[in-house]
């Protein structure tokens, strides 16, 4: 699964079309909200049920889309709140573990 929303989300659109970029922005929310579904689910209600060290390899590229879309001049702000949500998330889980990699001017601009 984390392949295809990685492949999916390496996609690009024409600026120019507005159903495109539309559209482009819903796969992306979706994408997002896939992300945040897979981060809830493996950390678990109790830290003894936390299994986030299975996605600790895809954070990076995960960071990395959120650093995208906070850099994208045709973001939505619904697809901005997802971000935020899944940013909220993945510090929630891994905490100082993660703090290098959302330390970027792009993720610090989404949040203001």
């Known amino acids: 699964v984390i392949h295809i929303l990685k492949q999916a989300s390496e996609a690009t659109v024409d600026k120019n079309d507005y159903e495109m970029l539309d559209y482009f922005n819903e796969l ?17 209600e109790e830290t003894s049920q936390n299994q986030l060290e299975q996605l600790k390899p895809y954070i990076q590229t995960i960071i990395q889309l959120i650093v995208s879309i906070a850099e994208d001049q045709d973001k939505t702000d619904s697809l901005t709140g997802c971000a935020c949500g899944l940013l909220g998330d993945i510090l929630k889980g891994y905490g100082s573990a993660v703090k290098q990699l959302v330390q970027h001017d792009s993720i610090a601009n989404l949040l203001t």
């Open 28 to 44: 992306r929310e979706g994408i997002l909200e896939a992300y945040c579904g897979i981060v809830q689910g493996l950390m678990g």
